[in-house]
Structures are given as C-alpha cells and as structure tokens.
C-alpha cells in the first residue's frame, strides 16, 4: 500500500509522540524524519529518562516509539511500566535483526507496530500510518462506546452461534474452497521429522497479466479453476493447499508419488486445457514449480521457493526446478545472503560514509563540484559499493542509503558555496515519499544539488 505524506500528515500532525533510542546518531537521524511528521516530540536515551518523562507529562502520549536493547531500563522493562500507567498506550518498538526473543516478547505484551533497524523509510511511514490510524480509531470509539459494546456483544454472540462458519473462515481460502496456508503451516509444525515429505510449490505465470487484461472476476475463476483441476486430477494422497496470492501448494509422500511424474501431469493438463473462455476465445495458463523433498519439515517451504526462483529466472514458462544443494544458483544466493546481511549491519553501526571525489575542469584546472560516493568502513578496509549495491537493493534499503548520503552530504556542505552531485534510482524518482523528502531538505537548506540516476 503505498501512503501519500498528505494523508499520513492528516493523521499525525496533531499527535504527541515520546521517542526513546540510546544510539545518538541513529535517535538523531530518525528525529529529523519524526520532525516532518508529528507536531510535538519528546525524546529520551533510556527507559528511565523517558518513563520519567513520561509520568510528568499532563497528559498521555499519543503514541511511544522505544528502543528494545537499552542500558539503565531496556524497552521492555520500559513498556511494562507504561502499560501499568496505561494499558492502552500505542507503542511501536524498534529492535534489531538479531533481537528475536525481544521480538516475541514485544507480540506478548500487545505492542502495536514493530520496525527493524536498520530502519526502513517506507517501513516507517507504513508503522506510524498504522499506528496513527488506530489513535484515531480509539478516539472516534470513546465516542461511542455504549453503542459499540452492544455490536461487539452482537457479534461475540454470533460467532459462538456460528463456531463452525468461524472454523472454515480461517481455515478455508474462500475464493478455491481450498485450505489455506493456515492450514499448511499447522501440518508442517505438526508432522513427524525424520520422514521424508516432497512439497510442490505452484506459482501461476503472467497471473498480474490476466488480472489487468481479463479482471478480477475472472482472475478470482481462474484461481477457483486451477484448484477445481488440481483436485480431481491428483490422487487422493496428496495434501493441496492455496498458499498465497497466486500460488499452490501440494505435499505428498515421495516413496509414493514420483514428484516429476506429477510435475508433467500437471503441466501437461494446463498446456491442454483452457481454464475459461474471455469474448468466447479460450484463456489458457502456465505454472511454475519448485520442487524440494526433505525429513525437516521446516526446510521445505524455503527450499521449494529457491527452487521456483531459479525455475522462474530462466525466462521461459511452464518449467519445473528441483531443489539441489550443489547448484550454482544456491551458492551465488548464499554470497548475496551474506553480503544482506554485512549491509544491514553496516547502516546499524553507521559505518557507510561518504566519499566526495573531485570534478575538475580540464580546462582551468579547478574543481568544479564534488561527487558524492557510498562507501562500507569495515576495520580500517573501505569496501566499494560493487560489493553491497545489489545487497542494498535486495534487502529494500536502498532509499534508506540514498537518505543517508543525503543527510551526511548535507551536513559535510552545510554553509559552503560547492556543488556537489548524488546518484539516487528509479524508484526513488518514482516515489512520492522521497520527492516529499528531497523538496522539504531542499527549500529547509537552500541548496543546489544535482542528481544523477543509476
């Protein structure tokens, strides 16, 4: 969903927020997005100076944003205390990627919004609109509150009267009548290790395509079709599933069932049989499949989408790939796994700086402006971003590091009379978020700077 900053500033304009972070540079950083977005904001640097803040204001915050992993009072300690004072306070938390266990815990405690750090643009804004909304919400509810109970106990007495309706709501995907991934995931966590199960994950091609050419009515058919035939052409010993979107899952015994025998079934059928008529003309489909067989049921939703992936990156529908440890494909992923996560260490520990190179004019010998270059500090080594531009693009950080550069080369220029120039991409261009951003800095600093594409 993407958010235009007008609406977003609609809703949060007016709110008071309590920010608390112990990194100086990140709580600075992030205080000047917070600053464009809400009209009053505290901040604090641990849990005891903002409980403490937050026990003198006059009246509740409309929303808290906490650190987790914080000296004097960690986050956690810091919301319990809040929830005393106000079990309904919105909270959203920020915690690292390797910060699971606080991560749970936050679920546990009823926290409203989380984001990882290093913290995403988009992410951000997606939170807080979340968060915001449900303010609202609350606001509009006290209003009405009498009325509202009377629904809810409506509706509380008409789900106990219909426990079996609520039971195929959550477990029945309505548009193929299938189970849902609800469901795969239960038998999944449930089966015995130690025994081998093969999964079969589908993905239709172009499917965006017959959405945008035929409709949603007949993009949701088509899906209902798909499943239809999935489940009267295979044997009775396979599990199927609607797992997501546009995407199958079929689970089976591979000691029984030939996994490529099934795979050429099924995309035999398909090439043969149209799943519907559009202006009296047959509509036909093709499905990707990744194949993968383990004893860890836990493995083979991952392994089977690496193996759809490298089915799907050969540019020629109807294929199936089985998953293989040895393949180059896996090797060159786990490279780039391990350089995700190198970055995203990298931006947490404000270890990505700028390079200015000089451009100097041939002619006079002076320097004309100055080129702004992202660079990795790791121990002395100053790595080049050939190494972590796709790790940035993957991860979906890319914004955050032309933010970055933004704000670092704005700050290293602040009140010297020098052009310089930044490389930004297409979907920066593209997004109205970051034009809000660089138009706001822009007439803020009133400084020339030039951009170039990559």
Same mark, same amino acid.
């Given at each position: 969903?993407?958010?235009?900053?007008?609406?977003?500033?609609?809703?949060?304009?007016?709110?008071?927020?309590?920010?608390?972070?112990?990194?100086?540079?990140?709580?600075?950083?992030? *205080?000047?997005?917070?600053?464009?977005?809400?009209?009053?904001?505290?901040?604090? @640097?641990?849990?005891?100076?903002?409980?403490?803040?937050?026990?003198?204001?006059?009246?509740?915050?409309?929303?808290?944003?906490?650190?987790?992993?914080?000296?004097?009072?960690?986050?956690?300690?810091?919301?319990?205390?809040?929830?005393?004072?106000?079990?309904?306070?919105?909270?959203?938390?920020?915690?690292?990627?390797?910060?699971?266990?606080?991560?749970?815990?936050?679920?546990?405690?009823?926290?409203?919004?989380?984001?990882?750090?290093?913290?995403?643009?988009?992410?951000?804004?997606?939170?807080?609109?979340?968060?915001?909304?449900?303010?609202?919400?609350?606001?509009?509810?006290?209003?009405?509150? !009498?009325?509202?109970?009377?629904?809810?106990?409506?509706?509380?007495?008409?789900?106990?009267?219909?426990?079996?309706?609520?039971?195929?709501?959550?477990?029945? #995907?309505?548009?193929?009548?299938?189970?849902?991934?609800?469901?795969?995931?239960?038998?999944?966590? !449930?089966?015995?290790?130690?025994?081998?199960?093969?999964?079969?994950?589908?993905?239709?091609?172009?499917? @965006?395509?017959?959405?945008?050419?035929? @409709?949603?009515?007949?993009?949701?058919?088509?899906?209902?079709?798909?499943?239809?035939?999935?489940?009267?052409?295979?044997?009775?010993?396979?599990?199927?599933?609607?797992?997501? @979107?546009?995407?199958?899952?079929?689970?089976?015994?591979?000691?029984?069932?030939?996994?490529?025998?099934?795979?050429?079934?099924?995309?035999?059928?398909?090439?043969?049989?149209?799943?519907?008529?559009?202006?009296?003309?047959?509509?036909?489909?093709?499905?990707?499949?990744?194949?993968?067989?383990?004893?860890?049921?836990?493995?083979?939703?991952?392994?089977?989408?690496?193996?759809?992936?490298?089915?799907?990156?050969?540019?020629?529908?109807?294929?199936?790939?089985?998953?293989?440890?040895?393949?180059?494909?896996?090797?060159?992923?786990?490279?780039?796994?391990?350089?995700?996560?190198?970055?995203?260490?990298?931006?947490?520990? #404000?270890?990505?700086?700028?390079?200015?190179?000089?451009?100097?004019?041939?002619?006079?010998?002076? *320097?004309?402006?100055?080129?702004?270059?992202?660079?990795?500090?790791?121990?002395?080594?100053?790595?080049?971003?050939?190494?972590?531009?796709?790790?940035?693009?993957?991860?979906?950080?890319?914004?955050?590091?032309?933010?970055?550069?933004?704000?670092?080369?704005?700050?290293?220029?602040?009140?010297?009379?020098?052009?310089?120039?930044?490389?930004?991409?297409?979907?920066?261009?593209?997004?109205?978020?970051?034009? #809000?951003?660089?138009?706001?800095?822009?007439?803020?600093?009133?400084?020339?700077?030039?951009?170039?594409?990559?």
């Amino acid at each position: 969903m993407t958010i235009s900053l007008k609406d977003l500033l609609t809703l949060t304009s007016s709110l008071r927020i309590l920010y608390v972070e112990d990194d100086v540079v990140l709580r600075e950083n992030t *205080i000047a997005l917070l600053h464009d977005l809400f009209g009053e904001i505290h901040e604090a @640097s641990d849990g005891n100076e903002a409980l403490l803040l937050y026990k003198k204001s006059e009246n509740f915050y409309d929303i808290v944003i906490t650190d987790l992993n914080m000296p004097q009072m960690n986050g956690m300690d810091l919301i319990k205390n809040i929830q005393i004072i106000n079990p309904k306070q919105p909270i959203i938390v920020v915690s690292a990627h390797n910060e699971t266990e606080y991560f749970l815990e936050s679920i546990r405690n009823n926290v409203n919004g989380y984001i990882l750090k290093p913290i995403d643009f988009n992410q951000l804004v997606e939170t807080i609109y979340k968060v915001a909304s449900l303010v609202k919400e609350r606001q509009e509810k006290a209003k009405n509150q !009498t009325k509202l109970q009377e629904k809810l106990e409506e509706q509380s007495l008409l789900l106990a009267e219909n426990s079996q309706t609520v039971h195929e709501f959550l477990t029945i #995907d309505k548009i193929t009548k299938l189970q849902n991934a609800t469901v795969l995931y239960n038998f999944l966590d !449930t089966f015995v290790q130690d025994h081998a199960l093969t999964i079969m994950l589908y993905n239709i091609d172009n499917f @965006s395509f017959i959405n945008q050419t035929y @409709s949603t009515d007949f993009a949701d058919e088509a899906l209902f079709k798909v499943g239809e035939y999935l489940q009267y052409n295979l044997s009775k010993e396979v599990h199927l599933y609607r797992y997501n @979107s546009d995407e199958f899952v079929i689970i089976f015994d591979p000691q029984i069932i030939n996994p490529e025998f099934v795979a050429i079934q099924i995309q035999a059928f398909f090439r043969e049989t149209p799943i519907g008529e559009y202006e009296e003309q047959p509509v036909y489909i093709t499905l990707s499949c990744g194949i993968a067989t383990a004893t860890n049921p836990a493995l083979l939703l991952p392994n089977a989408r690496i193996a759809l992936r490298e089915a799907r990156m050969r540019g020629i529908p109807n294929q199936y790939n089985i998953y293989n440890t040895h393949d180059a494909f896996l090797k060159q992923t786990k490279i780039e796994t391990e350089w995700i996560q190198k970055f995203r260490i990298a931006m947490e520990e #404000d270890r990505i700086i700028p390079y200015f190179q000089p451009i100097i004019d041939n002619a006079t010998g002076e *320097i004309v402006k100055y080129e702004c270059l992202a660079r990795i500090e790791d121990d002395g080594e100053i790595i080049s971003p050939a190494h972590f531009l796709e790790a940035a693009r993957r991860s979906g950080l890319m914004s955050n590091l032309t933010r970055l550069m933004i704000n670092k080369s704005y700050k290293t220029f602040s009140g010297q009379n020098v052009a310089f120039s930044l490389n930004i991409t297409n979907e920066d261009l593209l997004n109205s978020n970051f034009i #809000d951003f660089f138009t706001g800095k822009t007439k803020k600093l009133q400084y020339r700077t030039i951009f170039s594409n990559i």
